[in-house]
């Protein structure tokens, strides 16, 4: 438990409500979000950076729910952005163009004169081809374009492959060895204003030493480009710290980014700007998704629990083979333990939330599924025709609707028919 999700006599609770009476209210799969927990997240972050030049690009992969996005730009964020899509997202919350920072490897031309009308404070360039495309489409605007290079620091974040990015196989950024010939190259064009360098080494990091290693590797760079006549305004060192699921223990954001800092200083860059793109440790603790027992289906092999919420809802499992932790909402005698495959709906051998968990429950029980903020409503799909679970945001005792329930009406209506 943390102190946001807590039990009090054997029932759940969000900071100052019963997750049971958001169940029963709203119906389930429900995702449920406290935004105490959301601020608290945050708050290490600022606590590290405060007073410092820096500026915090929450990635709005993660989660792009607007309310969560009005919460963090409210609390001081800037947004982290890789598609029209999220940059659409990003001016509805409000928040300021110029902290808006535009990553990924495809940017298509229309994102990017979307991104120049817009304003957006840099646009993340992963490639060569990208720079000159860039280029242009600002040029043809009359503008400039921000730029910063994502570097591939090559070093191993030690994390699950599919979600490791710092390495020299993997599609993203540019090879450290070339950087330095494209930021010539960048320098050369009209059409763009060279204004910082970023990485990103991957995701659900638990360790310090590739963030300071990765940048060790980066400030290598800096210093290459300052001895080039080649000035930068920020460094962004991406997202990626880790977050409990199970027993992981990464480090604090505030121990962290404060040995960032220290570096940066010690090696007599205390003065460029720190971007951070934080997305599931912002998020990823501060949201549950709530979920009915449907059946227990005793078997040959195992005992199934059914649940309402299936990979559609709750992707992560059946993409990565995720931990996440499963609690009952009301906790009943002991004795009443079985162990459990907890499976979903969807028809697919594929769609299971947890193995082998023990669990005291009956039909008709809610269970919460832990962890779910980060990257299971943004990865959620329609599969089987399954309408996208409603969410809500808690703060105290209020909780507000902040995404209602998909309707049949909502999943047809792109559609012609004959
Ligand atoms: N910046 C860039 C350029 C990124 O590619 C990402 C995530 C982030 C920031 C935010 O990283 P975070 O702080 O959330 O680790 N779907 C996977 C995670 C994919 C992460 C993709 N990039 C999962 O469910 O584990």
Redesign the pocket.
Known sequence: GTPFFHYADGHLRVEGLALADLAREHGTPLFVYSQAALLAALGAYQRALQGRAALICY?V??NPNLALLQTLVQAGCGL?I?SGGELQRALHSGVAPERIVF??VGKTRAEMRQALQAGIGCF?VESLPEIEVLNLEALSLGRQAPLSL?VNPDVDART?P??S?GLKSNK?GIAHTEALGAYRRAASLPGLRIVGI?C?I????TDSAPYLDALERVLDLVAALQAAGIALEHLDL?????ITYLDECPPAADALFAAVLQRMEARGFGNLKLLL??????V?NAGVCLTEALYLKPGLAKNFLIVDAGMNDL??PA??Q?YHAIVPLQLRPAQAVQCYEVVGPVCESGDWIGHDRLLAVQPGDWLAVCSAG???T??ASNYNSRGRAAEVLVSGSNARLIRRRETLADQLGPELGL
């Open positions: 990635a992969k993660a982290d890789v990553s990924g993340n994502r699950h599919y979600i990015t993203f970023d990103h991957g995701s659900q990091i991406g997202g990626g710290l880790g793109e934080p997305g599931r440790s912002l990823g992707p992560r993409l990565y995720a980060a990257y299971c943004s990865m």
